[in-house]
């Protein structure tokens, strides 16, 4: 890992970030033979990412904070845009399924937002690899923390952390997309709630930090225009 670190005055280089996704697509299918539809959905998918990593950026530079009392908006709007981008057409048609989402982040006292932000309040004091690396898991563990799109979303949640924190975003690329599958996977199999997963999420949460590590790469990061408005 080096080269990483985010100086003053650098942002998220939305650019290459997409450049990125549009190689890991090209490699997941020359090993799959996806139908048009499939690649219009991966795309799609992608697209919305990149909103969400716009979304983040801006997070950053303006101060807010999805961790504090009255951002879990911030939360829910990134769960919103891996979902549906910023179309208003795909938000009147997901609108049922945003609403349930809300509802049950707000009102589950197991994995809603009560829940997380004890816990969160908890881990504030962590180093931000190490609390990044527990925010992806806690996100993306059992019981998660939303209905739909929890690997997305805990992405975008700790490319925040890391940003906020100096470091560039975290990005699934075609060289670490199947080490982060596997790690996400593992994470889903945990349910935070049984004794037994202690040791095991401790030993993932290492292994995590370690990936996200050694993934943080410097050419996500680009200086920023002075002019106002100029991004």
Excluded at 26 to 40: C, D, G, K, L
Excluded at 105 to 134: I, T
Aim: with cysteine; proline share 4%.
């Amino acid at each position: 890992m080096g080269g990483y670190r985010r100086r003053s005055g650098h942002v998220f280089n939305l650019d290459v970030i997409a450049a990125a996704q549009v190689e890991l697509n090209a490699r997941r299918w020359t090993v799959s033979t996806p139908t048009a539809q499939e690649r219009m959905d991966d795309e799609d998918a992608e697209r919305r990412m990149l909103c969400g990593y716009d979304f983040v950026d801006r997070l950053i530079e303006t101060g807010g904070d999805p961790f504090v009392y009255g951002g879990s908006q911030h939360l829910l709007e990134l769960n919103r845009l891996v979902l549906c981008g910023t179309s208003p057409q795909r938000r009147v048609e997901f609108a049922r399924h945003l609403a349930a989402s809300e509802q049950r982040f707000y009102d589950d006292p197991n994995c809603g937002a009560d829940s997380f932000y004890a816990w969160m309040e908890e881990h504030r004091g962590l180093k931000p690899l190490p609390l990044a690396a527990r925010v992806y898991r806690r996100i993306v563990g059992a019981p998660q923390l939303f209905i739909e799109g929890n690997q997305r979303t805990a992405t975008l949640v700790t490319s925040f952390l890391l940003g906020r924190a100096g470091f560039a975003p975290l990005v699934r690329t075609a060289g670490t997309f199947q080490r982060f599958a596997t790690l996400s996977e593992r994470c889903k199999g945990i349910d935070r709630r049984r004794f037994s997963s202690k040791i095991l999420g401790w030993w993932l949460d290492r292994k995590l930090q370690q990936f996200i590590a050694r993934s943080l790469e410097d050419r996500f990061l680009t200086e920023a225009r002075q002019a106002p408005n100029a991004r």
